[in-house]
């Protein structure tokens, strides 16, 4: 049974910074692509960022320059580390298990981590 655990989030002032973690289980998470989803409120759930199995990493516009996905496959975890947050950031953050080659997520979403940026 595939099992996503989202934690880490939380309220945090313009220009700060959080760290998100995954936890997983029940996936081959050593050789599976990651990635992070995020949905504001009113909003479609978007892609944020993957990383691939050999560590390839992509981002969406967005969150580019400020964010930065990473993994421990020791701990099967995979990380989101979020600097320069700004209001409209906030939303609930999600991890999946993404297709090889895209951001197509494959399992059903965990229940997120809420983050809100705001003074």
């Known amino acids: 049974q595939v099992q996503l655990v989202e934690s880490g989030g939380g309220l945090v002032q313009p220009g700060g910074s959080l760290r998100l973690s995954c936890a997983t289980s029940g996936i081959n998470f050593r050789f599976s692509t990651m990635g992070w989803y995020r949905q504001a409120p009113g909003k479609e759930r978007d892609f944020v960022a993957r990383i691939s199995s050999g560590g390839t990493t992509n981002y969406a516009d967005s969150v580019k320059g400020r964010f930065t996905i990473s993994r421990d496959n020791a701990q099967n975890t995979v990380f989101l580390q979020m600097t320069s947050l700004k209001p409209e950031d906030t939303a609930i953050y999600y991890c999946?298990?993404?297709?090889?080659?895209?951001?197509?997520?494959?399992?059903?979403w965990g229940q997120g981590t809420q983050v809100t940026v705001s003074s």
């Open positions: 999946n298990l993404l297709e090889p080659a895209g951001i197509r997520p494959l399992k059903p």
